[in-house]
Every structure is written in structure tokens, then in C-alpha cells.
């Protein structure tokens, strides 16, 4: 549930995409610390305005704040005290970017509703509020969790290959929509990719053959806008994103586009290709004669 501006029937506080009150203002404050094990958020409630003050006195309104990680779909609506809460997310349960979104609802049927800071459309009005419409909105603030055990420099760790249990499907298939880019192989395929791997000699053979044209498709995607803005928070986005400035090179979407692909997959697998082929030529020697 991310913050958007919006039309709402009634007057909102919102003080960062309308003017429905004067002399009010809304927000929480958020301040995040940490850890391996788990993320420790303090939330710390700021409203002025004494017609809404009134309402979360009497327990007719209170303050929320709705957390959201869109990589492991970790979505949770939580209260928040007057005094504030200290609240902790177990690092396992999050991944990327987490979004924390601040409002004040009803918590029970408000009739009659007006406030003596409504602006001068609404001075004269009241309205019906249901349990759980929104009063006001505040700043919605992100967080980039960066976990202390996880290597996101080592590119080869954000991938993962499966198999394809449907035996009509032929060819590769790569999914960069979760947190690994997920190449999934037709069986027969997936067990010799599986023995190819255990033997030194060939590693950087299937390098060529898989990730490079893997990391080629991820590069191509993130140069569409609606897709970088989607997925550049997955995990293997940002260990991409690590690499490439390691590089001497930008991340965003205008870099990406004059960015070439094959020749910044190739300097991140360190020459792989290159590599695959002394490797073809030293197995043609060895053993190429072999039935």
C-alpha cells in the first residue's frame, strides 16, 4: 500500500498532496537501526490539529502505519501510541526495500464529523466517517535493507537453476522477477548443467553458455523504466548495481541505455567467455578423441 495522491468524499490531512485543512499538520517519524537478526523501527506520532487529537483521546481514531517489502511480500498494519512504539521486524522477513506508510483511521463510525480547521470549501460542512476511513496521511519514508550476510558483490550468488517439471516446454527459461534470476532448464538439460558444474573444467564453459546471456536479458530489462522502477530493488538488481559501479559506471536507467550489455556482462563475469574457450581447446586435447 504505497502512498498516492487521491481524491477522498471527505476532507484528509495530508499535508503533503492537499490543503483539506489549515494550520494542521500530520506525520509520524520514523527512525530505523539494523542488525543481522532484525530491524528496529521507533515511530513517533506528530499531529496538530485538536479536532483529530479529540477523536484519538476517545479512542475514535488512532495513529497506523502500514509496512510493506514488495521482494518477499511482507505486508503489516500495526498501531501506534501517542507516546510512540518501538517495534521490530525479524530480518528474515524482508528483503530490498521496505515502505513505511503513515496515517490516522477511524476506529469506529464517526458521525457528524467537522473540524474547526477545515478549509474555507469545507468550514460549514460534517460528514460520516466508517470504521477504518482514513483522516489524514503522512510522509511515507523507505528503507534499502542491506543484510550484513548476505555478499552481494558475488555476482554468481543471485542466481539460481531449476528444473522445468513441464515436459511439454523446451529451452531456457530466465525469470528475474524474484530476488534470484531464476534460469530454469528442460530435465534431460538440468542433469547434465548439474555434472557440467561439479567439474572444474567446464565451469566457466556453462558460465558462457547461461549467465552471460542471463546478465545480457537482466541488463536489457532494467533499461525499460517501469521495469527498473519494479524490480531494481530485488536482490539481484542491487548486487548488479554494486558491480557495475565497481566498474566506474552509473546505475539508472539513462546509463543503462548506453550501456552495452554483452561488454559489461563479460568485465562482471570477469572474461568468462574467453576463459571458456582456453577450456574447449584443453578438454579438445585431453580427451576429445574419447567416445
Not at 39 to 57: E, H, R
Not at 59 to 80: D, M, P, Q, W
Not at 164 to 187: A, C, F, M, S, Y
Request: aromatic share 8%.
Amino acid at each position: 500500500m504505497r502512498i498516492k495522491a487521491k481524491l477522498y468524499p471527505y476532507p484528509v490531512l495530508a499535508p503533503t498532496f492537499n490543503n483539506d485543512y489549515v494550520e494542521s499538520d500530520f506525520n509520524i517519524e520514523i527512525t530505523t537501526q539494523c542488525s543481522p537478526s532484525e530491524i528496529i523501527v521507533n515511530f513517533t506520532p506528530i499531529l496538530s490539529n485538536k479536532g483529530i487529537k479529540t477523536l484519538i483521546n476517545e479512542k475514535k481514531a488512532g495513529f497506523v502505519v502500514h509496512i510493506e517489502c514488495g521482494a518477499t511480500s511482507y505486508r503489516e498494519l500495526i498501531n501506534i501510541d501517542e507516546a510512540g512504539l518501538v517495534y521490530k521486524i525479524p530480518a528474515d522477513k524482508v528483503e530490498g526495500v521496505i515502505y513505511f506508510c503513515p496515517f490516522i483511521i477511524a476506529l469506529q463510525n464517526i458521525n457528524g464529523y467537522s473540524n474547526e480547521k477545515f478549509n474555507k470549501d469545507y468550514r460549514d460542512l460534517s460528514f460520516e466517517l466508517e470504521k477504518g476511513n482514513i483522516l489524514a496521511v503522512g510522509q511515507e519514508v523507505s528503507l534499502t535493507v542491506e543484510k550484513e550476510n548476505d555478499d552481494l558483490s558475488n555476482v554468481p550468488s543471485i542466481f539460481a537453476v531449476t528444473e522445468i517439471k513441464d515436459k511439454e516446454r523446451v529451452g531456457i527459461v530466465i525469470d528475474n522477477t524474484g530476488n534470484k534470476i531464476n534460469i530454469q532448464l528442460p530435465e534431460e538439460e538440468f542433469n547434465q548443467f548439474k555434472i557440467a558444474m561439479n567439474n572444474p573444467a567446464t565451469k566457466s564453459i556453462i558460465h558462457s553458455m547461461i549467465i552471460i546471456p542471463a546478465l545480457m536479458k537482466c541488463f536489457e530489462d532494467l533499461k525499460n523504466p517501469e521495469f527498473f522502477m519494479q524490480y531494481s530493488d530485488r536482490r539481484w538488481a542491487r548486487a548488479l548495481k554494486k558491480a557495475v559501479i565497481k566498474l566506474g559506471l552509473d546505475f539508472d536507467v539513462e546509463s543503462l541505455e548506453g550501456m552495452n550489455s554483452f561488454e559489461v556482462s563479460q568485465k562482471i563475469m570477469e572474461n568468462t567467455i574467453c576463459r571458456g574457450i582456453t577450456d574447449i581447446q584443453n578438454i579438445a586435447k585431453t580427451g576429445g578423441d574419447e567416445e
